[in-house]
C-alpha cells in the first residue's frame, strides 16, 4: 500500500528560524506532490505542488519545496518563520492518472514570537 | 465564491443513529471528494465523484454511502453510526482528475457515542 511519512509531529521554532518539514514516500512509479496547510480554524490550502520539471518549486508564502527522487522525497523548506506561519501542514502523494491523494499525519508547527 | 461548503460543522449521533453530511461547491467542478481524518492520522479518502451521477470508493468506503445528482452537491450519508466514524469529515473538489489543486470545505466533526 502506498504510504506518506512525515516524521515529525510537532515542530517549535522562533520567528526567523529556519524551516524544513520532512516527507517521505513508499511508491516508485510517478507520482504528482502536494504540500497543504490548515492555519488555525481554516480550510485546507494548497501551498506548492510539483508535478514535472524543476525539482525546485516555490509556493505561497516563501515556501519552497524539493523533489528528491532517488530519496522518495518533498521537504518543505522556509528560510525565515514567521509567527503567522503557525499552521498544521500536510504532506501529500498521488500517483500519476489515480484519483486518490495519499496524505500525511501532518506535521503541526508552532511559531513563537 | 462561496468555494465549498459544508454542513453541519459539529454534530453527535448516538450508535445506530443516520445522518447526511452535505457538501456543496460552486466553482462548477466536475471532480468531488469526501475524506475523513482522524486523530493524528492523514485524510484518507473515503469516496469520490467525478461527475454528476458517477461515484466511486476511496480507501475506507465502509459504512458510508454518497450520491451526486448535480455538479454542485455532493452529499455523503452515514447508516447505522458506530464509534469508530467519530472523526472530522472534509470534502474537497477539484477542476479535473487529481494532480490539480483540491479545494477544501471547512470540515465537519462528527462524535459517534
Known amino acids: 500500500a502506498q504510504s506518506v511519512s512525515q516524521h515529525n509531529h510537532h515542530v517549535i521554532l522562533s520567528e526567523a528560524a529556519s524551516l524544513e518539514l520532512g516527507c517521505n514516500y513508499s511508491?516508485?512509479?510517478?507520482?504528482?506532490l502536494f504540500w497543504y496547510v490548515q492555519y488555525p480554524g481554516q480550510h485546507l490550502q494548497l501551498l506548492l505542488k510539483y508535478f514535472s520539471g524543476d525539482p525546485l518549486v516555490k509556493g505561497i508564502k516563501g515556501f519552497e519545496a524539493e523533489f528528491i527522487k532517488s530519496k522518495f522525497s518533498f521537504n518543505l523548506r522556509k528560510p525565515s518563520v514567521q509567527w503567522s506561519d503557525t499552521a498544521e501542514y500536510f504532506c501529500?502523494?498521488?500517483?500519476?492518472?489515480?484519483?486518490?491523494?495519499?496524505f500525511g499525519t501532518g506535521t503541526r508547527l508552532t511559531v513563537i514570537p | 465564491n462561496a468555494g465549498v461548503t459544508q454542513t453541519p460543522k459539529f454534530r453527535i449521533l448516538k450508535i445506530g443513529q443516520s445522518m447526511t453530511l452535505q457538501c456543496a461547491q460552486d466553482?462548477?467542478?466536475?471532480?468531488m471528494y469526501w475524506y475523513r481524518q482522524d486523530p493524528g492520522m492523514g485524510l484518507k479518502l473515503i469516496y469520490y465523484?467525478?461527475?454528476?451521477?458517477?461515484?466511486d470508493k476511496g480507501e475506507v468506503p465502509n459504512g458510508y454511502n454518497v450520491s451526486r445528482s448535480t455538479t454542485e452537491d455532493f452529499p455523503l450519508r452515514l447508516e447505522l453510526a458506530a464509534p469508530s466514524q467519530t472523526s472530522v469529515y472534509f470534502c474537497?473538489?477539484?477542476?479535473?482528475?487529481?494532480?490539480?489543486?483540491?479545494?477544501f470545505g471547512p470540515g465537519t466533526r462528527l462524535t459517534v457515542t
Open positions: 466553482m462548477n467542478h466536475n471532480y
Open positions: 511508491y516508485g512509479g510517478t507520482v504528482n
Open positions: 465523484s467525478v461527475g454528476a451521477g458517477i461515484t
Open positions: 501529500a502523494v498521488e500517483i500519476t492518472g489515480a484519483n486518490n491523494l495519499f
Open positions: 474537497a473538489s477539484s477542476y479535473s482528475m487529481g494532480a490539480r489543486e483540491q479545494y
